[in-house]
Nanobody, 124 residues
């Protein structure tokens, strides 16, 4: 499945951004979807994941309580609401889809489809 991520931009620390992930021509509800991020010079890391129907979510400790992942299967979209942004949240954010029937995972290798990434820059 081909994914498209959007919504990145420049925001001051403490501000908010909302990222969106879509899959034109595909039924995103058939996949578990996650957001990962990669900061300059660092490895790609897990941010959040949501189950097929959006009932179950999973977050990295660094974003828990600040970020919210959700999905609207009728609109074929997964969103990542990012509040109380910090300088260390600066990264390229990627959405990814896992088509396996197993439970949710934060393991990067479990996600077979990836979007192109959207840059989030948090300034002081």
């Amino acid at each position: 499945v081909q994914l498209q991520a959007s919504g990145g931009g420049l925001v001051q620390a403490g501000g908010s951004l909302r990222l969106s992930c879509t899959a034109p021509g595909h039924t995103l509800s058939q996949y578990k979807v996650a957001w990962f991020r990669q900061a300059p010079g660092k490895e790609r890391e897990f941010v959040a994941a949501v189950s097929w129907a959006g009932v179950t979510t999973q977050y990295a400790g660094s974003v828990k309580g600040r970020f919210t992942i959700s999905r609207d299967n009728a609109k074929n979209t997964v969103a990542l609401q990012m509040d109380s942004l910090k300088l260390e949240d600066t990264a390229v954010y990627y959405c990814a889809a896992d088509g396996r029937q197993e439970g949710m995972t934060s393991r990067l290798v479990s996600y077979g489809s990836w979007g192109q990434g959207t840059l989030v820059t948090v300034s002081s």
